[in-house]
Structures are given as structure tokens and as C-alpha cells.
């Protein structure tokens, strides 16, 4: 950790620890084990650590230093955008984010060098088409058609993001709110709403722990989805 400048995704460990001299069959477990009991590191974000001796550095680093609500609303929002592409793209998906999204940071990369495109495939009318366009993160599949869509919900209103899987309904695609854990239940009390009717069984709730976790396994004989 210390090598990569103070901080490290759990995924980045796994990828550059040399596992070979560990006398267990989940060193990844191990790992994961270590960095959550360890006084010396302190977690950023799910799946984000980094050592107590570069904490002035690090959050100087992601400008979580300034007090400001409203940095890190952005760098936790950038955070788990970033994870999805990551996760869409090992997943052989074309990663698409807003082009007003591609200069924020995913770590100490922006986000537009790391997906696929800024630019939405035409899918559909143009309706539909400037209504996707906001979607925080959608994976295509091989036919350039949507198959997955997710709207990242750190504080704003979940019930924006649900108006607009209602309006794209009609694809073959996945629908994910991804959130706090501590958001759940007002995701299901707005879902259970008369007027998300159409929907309301294809919209499913992840929480930002598991992201991580699925980030985390992109190393491992693991290509299952949600």
C-alpha cells in the first residue's frame, strides 16, 4: 500500500500481492481480514483503504480535507460510477457515462479515460435517447443495445432516477439504484408507489458495500452478476 502511494483498492492488492508463499486458500479473504483489523489503515470508502501515516496526504489527495459536503458527495459518487464501468467492462459490457461526468475522478483517474464511451450508442428515438443520456452508468451489450442501467444515489432524490426507468421500460435491460445501505428502505417505500407499478419488480437495490465486494472479486474465477 505503502508502494502505491498510500491508499489501495482491496482489488489492487489482490492483483499485487505475491500470494504464492501463503499457506491458506483464500488469501484474498486474508488480505480483507488484515486491512479492516489493522489501527495503521483507515477506509476511505467500501473497498477503499489507506494508511494512517498518509491520512493528511491521501484525503488532501481526494479533497475530502475541506469540510465540504459537497467534495465528497462528488468523489463518492465518481467512486462507485468508476467501480461499475470497472465491473461492466470485465464483464466484456461498452461502459457508457454522461459526458458532464468525464473529468471527475474515479480514484486518481478521470472518468472518461476509463470507460468506453461518453458518447450514448442510438438505441432509440430521440426522447428516449436525451432522457438516458443522465443515466450515471450504462453497460451495453455486443448489439450496442442497454443492458444494464444504474443511477447512483448518494443524496439526491431516489424518485428522479426511478421516473426515469419507468420512461425506459420497454428495453430488455437491468434496472439498479445503487446507494448507502441506510437508503433502502426509502428505495422501497418510493418503488411501492402506484405510478412504478410497471416496474416495480425489475428495479433491485444495491448497496455500496457490495460494489466494492464485487470490485473486489473481479480477480477471482468469478463472472456472475448481480
Do not use: C
Not at 468508476?82 to 457508457?96: R, S
Amino acid at each position: 500500500m505503502r508502494n502505491e502511494g498510500g491508499f489501495a483498492t482491496l482489488h489492487r492488492l489482490n492483483e499485487i500481492i505475491d500470494f504464492s508463499t501463503w499457506k491458506t486458500k483464500t488469501p484474498e479473504a486474508s488480505v480483507r481480514r488484515i486491512v479492516q483489523e489493522s489501527k495503521q489503515i483507515f477506509r476511505i470508502q467500501p473497498g477503499l483503504w489507506a494508511l494512517e501515516e498518509f491520512r493528511e496526504k491521501v484525503l488532501r489527495l481526494f479533497e475530502l480535507n475541506t469540510g465540504n459536503k459537497h467534495s465528497e458527495e462528488i468523489f463518492s459518487h465518481s467512486y462507485y460510477q468508476g467501480l461499475l464501468v470497472e465491473i461492466g467492462k470485465y464483464h466484456h459490457q461498452t461502459t457508457y457515462i454522461p459526458a458532464q461526468d468525464q473529468n471527475r475522478k474515479f480514484i486518481t483517474q478521470r472518468l472518461g479515460d476509463i470507460t468506453d464511451t461518453i458518447e450514448l450508442p442510438h438505441f432509440t428515438n430521440d426522447k428516449l435517447m436525451k432522457r438516458a443520456r443522465t443515466i450515471d452508468v450504462i453497460w451495453f451489450n455486443e448489439r450496442q443495445m442497454p443492458s444494464n442501467f444504474y443511477e447512483v444515489e448518494h443524496t439526491t432524490d431516489i424518485k428522479n432516477s426511478l421516473s426515469k426507468f419507468y420512461e425506459l421500460q420497454d428495453f430488455h435491460a437491468g434496472f439498479y439504484i445503487v446507494a448507502n445501505i441506510s437508503r433502502k428502505n426509502e428505495f422501497e417505500d418510493k418503488l411501492h408507489v402506484s405510478m412504478f407499478g410497471a416496474i416495480e419488480k425489475r428495479v433491485k437495490f444495491i448497496d455500496y458495500q457490495r460494489v466494492a465486494d464485487m470490485y473486489e472479486g473481479l480477480t477471482k474465477v468469478n463472472k456472475s452478476f448481480w
